[in-house]
């Protein structure tokens, strides 16, 4: 994926949960009754499927959305508006959690990190029972989150009750400027990488590109996408993470609308060569769905976990003339096969339970992937230098000297995914690929790999570039190197 910049063919869709595309209404004053009769022209001329008589029939908001049936589609006030609009660009000024509605209170299931929730001790799972004194037992979502919500440097009295603890806590946070960080990355054993993602904001497509290059970077050579507890987020950010694992014109989503108009959308770029295991739940929703769906449909990997939500509907957000917003539905996607998954969900390739063994067969299946990927090679024949079979250019050119051949650290570096800095504090030049590290001591002739200390018999600076032994180059990645005494040529394979 190094230095490709992904393109999908699309139509212009600004999403969250899915799909929102906001479309604005004329601004004017409206009553209740101007406002209903705008609401049932939408749903009218706007919803995905055929609506029934007696919804357009309705004498009120509340009544036209119950008769319509539909859980992802709602009348938002103004104020709730505002807040849906803040809470989907994931910058806001609160204190740091993800809710959800429980049966009689709204219920914490995420604190984020370095956050003001985090610092006063908050955990998953604990109840919003009262804020600034007032009972909050069936209040909605969107009121509760509203109230948590204020102006950065002012405080909130939240009283929380957790299971186990007889006593409710109470406590006092004072609210900050959260930029929620969506994507966390690290490098696991062997060359497996890791990517937890937690919603799709629109910035979640080039925060996952970058996460991938600082892998690559330190010798990833296979990838785990954490997507549980993901409930959805932007579709243009789902598409650009997506589009990572389909080949040139490959199907990536197809939107189905009114009268089956379908729009599809397909990648302009490679595939990733590399394995890939995507984590899922019963939480892992809509964009969640639309990543794992690729993922599972172009072949580029496998699924683990349980089976996921099974939400594959298209809500469009519709601005009302009296500022509030109207969230209907007016399409459902497909998978790139072409499976319907709403209300179905995607079922895993290994379906596991328990949690901690969804991450432990993820890394199981990608060591066996890891095996079977082919080696690069590297070899150095007078002055050809083939790269995987192919002739390039290796400047500076590599040289022997006291009969040892010397290939220049940095370049190679380049070819086999280890990074190569200069410490002027230790006078010493730095290679690391994962736990992997060399110092080489130009002045003291010697190199460090992996704590083990390495004499050098000659001068490994040249013209200002740093050059190593080759031998020495095979020791620190533990890799293979061949001399055919035939041909000359030296074979390096890793």
């Known amino acids: 994926m190094r230095c490709i910049r992904k393109q999908v063919v699309r139509v212009l869709l600004l999403c969250l949960f899915l799909t929102l595309v906001f479309a604005h209404g004329a601004w004017a004053g409206a009553g209740e009754d101007e406002l209903l009769q705008e609401i049932k022209s939408y749903v009218e001329r706007e919803y995905v499927g055929p ?180 409930s959805g987020g932007y579709l243009n950010a789902a598409l650009d993470i997506g589009a990572n694992f389909a080949g040139v014109g490959e199907p990536l989503l197809h939107v189905v609308g009114r009268d089956n108009k379908t729009v599809s959308y397909q990648s302009l770029t490679k595939a990733a060569e590399l394995p890939v295991v995507v984590l899922v739940d019963d939480k892992s929703a809509s964009a969640s769905e639309i990543v794992s769906g690729i993922i599972r449909d172009t072949g580029a990997g496998i699924l683990v976990g349980t089976k996921t939500y099974g939400k594959a509907s298209v809500q469009t957000v519709f601005t009302l003339s009296n500022g509030g917003g109207l969230k209907l539905t007016t399409a459902r996607y497909l998978t790139p096969k072409k499976y319907d998954i709403n209300g179905v969900g995607l079922v895993p390739d290994q379906v596991e339970e328990d949690e901690a063994k969804q991450l432990e067969k993820a890394i199981a299946y990608l060591r066996e992937q890891i095996k079977k990927l082919p080696r690069h090679e590297l070899v150095i024949k007078g002055e050809q230098v083939l790269w995987n079979g192919k002739d390039i250019d290796l400047a500076p050119a590599p040289y022997t000297a006291g009969g040892q051949l010397l290939v220049p650290l940095r370049a190679v570096g380049e070819l086999f995914g280890f990074t190569v800095t200069w410490d002027g504090t230790n006078n010493q030049v730095v290679a690391s690929i994962g736990d992997k590290e060399l110092q080489m001591r130009p002045e003291g002739g010697e190199v460090v790999i992996n704590g083990q200390v390495h004499r050098l018999t000659g001068p490994v600076m040249y013209q200002g570039n740093a050059f190593i032994p080759i031998h020495l180059l095979a020791d620190f990645l533990d890799a293979s190197c061949d001399y055919d005494g035939k041909t000359g040529a030296v074979t390096f394979r890793f």
């Open 51 to 230: 609506v029934a008589p007696e919804v357009l029939e309705a004498a009120s908001v509340e009544e036209l959305f119950q008769k319509l049936g539909d859980p992802h589609s709602g009348y938002m006030t103004p104020e709730e508006f505002e807040n849906f609009k803040i809470a989907s660009a994931q910058e806001y000024a609160g204190v740091g959690m993800q809710l959800e509605q429980g049966e009689e209170y709204v219920v914490v299931v995420k604190v984020f990190p370095n956050t003001p929730a985090e610092r006063v001790g908050v955990q998953p799972g604990d109840e919003i029972r009262a804020i600034n004194g007032e009972d909050m037992k069936g209040r909605s979502l969107e009121e509760v989150a509203a109230l948590i919500r204020g102006k950065a440097g002012t405080a909130v009295l939240i009283e929380f009750a957790r299971q186990g603890v007889a006593e409710p806590m109470i406590v006092s946070v004072t609210r900050e400027n959260i930029h929620l960080e969506v994507v966390h990355a690290e490098l696991k054993e062997e060359g497996i990488g890791y990517i937890k993602l937690d919603t799709f904001t629109p910035t979640a497509g080039a925060e996952f590109d970058e996460a991938v290059a600082e892998l690559e970077n330190l010798g990833m050579r296979g990838l785990i996408i954490d997507l549980r507890q993901n």
